[in-house]
């Protein structure tokens, strides 16, 4: 693994290598003195690798993120090894295929057949054309002068320089910073419940599918964020694997990529490639893989570090999440993986973390808990740098009493009424044998009705865990005993003293009622 010999990196590794069972040795590091790590790779590192090369009777991969002049200029001595070989597209085949080139007709030539056409003219794209000039721009906006348009860069990545609903002054303005662009038609998107665009991508390496499950992009406007479980239909994602699999079949790529699509009138619509490079999202889901392949995932990336956070390392934040109850140790056959793993911290850059539960739902719970963490972590002392991460796994299960007392104070309250609902779920059984108990006793007493006392009345009252309208409905605590039996059980659940529960509980309930009507949210 070839790194840049920076602070960020260095950290980074030190955790992984303990983390995940790695030895110092696999690490080769280059000066860092540029952005770019190819401009660091020296012949004294290529000398280095290539003598671990010839000492080993392996077969050896050369992985790079993608293939580029600067890096066949150091690389190419390790390709004419007869043992090794290149995981990546040929510069050709990325030249025609390998960007959002390949959904539009070029401006230069606007009677050849865009890529997709020639494959499969039934692929839904939206209007749009390819353009390298402002010529071609501007022609490409009279062909499209019917609808708002957005501009995108053929090679953009994570929405860096999407224009949304250019205007003739952008447009005649515009300078391709980032190189050939398409012009396309604003489209009128479907939004998910939380007013974001459903926008599902599907991951690739070769002809194979990272991931047996489509999953949606977290945007934050044009910028991406993360991914979690998607949310379209199954009619609705056949229709995109359809699609990926035709790309696959007819372009035959050999190395990693991915495909983007929006949701229009309850329809896919192809709306962005990925070709010849790795995303954001192959590593974690390789991750997943590797360590929980059976469980659901949400990868995110955290707001950028404020100066606030500059402290926060990844040794920091991994111990913050342990302290809470949400720190995921990555162990092979571990049945129940469950918790928050840092995947990338570049504080610089980006920190991006992945929350794994056994379904869904969980996996967001853990990520609403471990942003709040985030946010609240400026108050954290730094973690030494050089400290062990100890072995073994940390409680993975008790952030709920972590979520009452200070997550609540982060996010917006339906999130923790959200939180409270799940983590009471393992309380219901023991409510319901209650219920059951306390009903059977009340069958009880009407089979043999005691004789009431002279003039009292006959009228019982309702049993303290029966419903007083519909056996349907859910319980009603409707006596006091009923209330001190879940007070019981969730102390116990909670590891805290009743009295403790009572106030948090009241605290919550007070929140509440300032936001909307306590019945109606909490009922």
Known sequence: IILPD???????????????????????????????????????????????????????????????????RWAQPLLDLPNVELFAEEAAWTEKNGDKGILHRHMRSLDVPSVIEQMNSDIPVPRGYVCTNLDELLRARELLKDVDVIIKPLKGATGAGIIRRAGQHELASYDFPLGAVNLEEMLDLDLDPAGEAVSPAIHFIGSDFIGSDLVDQVMDGVTFTGWRASSVSDHFAGHCWRVVRTLLDELKPKAAGGVDFLSVNGAPMLTDINFSRFNGCHFPKLFLEL?????????????????ALSHINI?????????????????????????????????????????????????????LAADALWASAHNVPETDADSDIPPGKFPQRSSFKY??????????????????????????????????????????????????????????????????TDPGLPVVLNSDL?????????????EQTPTEVVIQVAGMLSAAAEVTDTHSMLG
């Open 6 to 72: 920076v602070a960020d990196a260095r950290a980074c590794w030190a955790f992984y290598a303990n983390a995940l069972d790695l030895s110092d040795d696999q690490a080769i590091w280059t000066s860092g003195a540029n952005f770019h790590l190819d401009a660091d790779v020296t012949e004294e590192i290529v000398d280095e690798i290539s003598a671990r090369i010839r000492a080993s009777n392996a077969h050896w991969i050369v992985l790079p993120y993608t293939v580029s002049t600067a890096f066949l």
């Open 291 to 307: 360590y929980a392949p059976n469980s659901k995932a949400y990868i995110w990336s955290l707001s950028k570090p404020s100066p």
């Open 315 to 367: 040794e920091t934040w991994y111990r913050i999440l342990k302290e809470a109850g949400l720190g995921w140790v990555p162990q092979h056959g571990d049945t129940s993986p469950h918790g928050v793993f840092p995947v990338v911290f570049l504080s610089a850059l980006r920190v991006t973390c992945i929350a794994v539960a056994d379904n869904d739902s969980d996996a967001d719970q853990l990520h």
């Open 403 to 468: 979520c009452l007392t200070e997550v609540f104070e982060k996010v917006h309250l339906r999130h923790e009424i959200s939180e409270l609902t799940a983590n009471l779920e393992d309380i219901t059984e023991e409510v319901v044998e209650l219920r059951a108990q306390n009903l059977e006793m009340s069958h009880e007493i009407q089979a043999v009705p005691a004789k009431p006392p002279m003039g009292a009345s006959t009228q019982r009252s309702a049993p303290p865990f029966a419903n007083t």
């Open 482 to 494: 009923a209330r001190v039996a879940v007070v019981d059980v969730l102390a116990t659940t909670m």
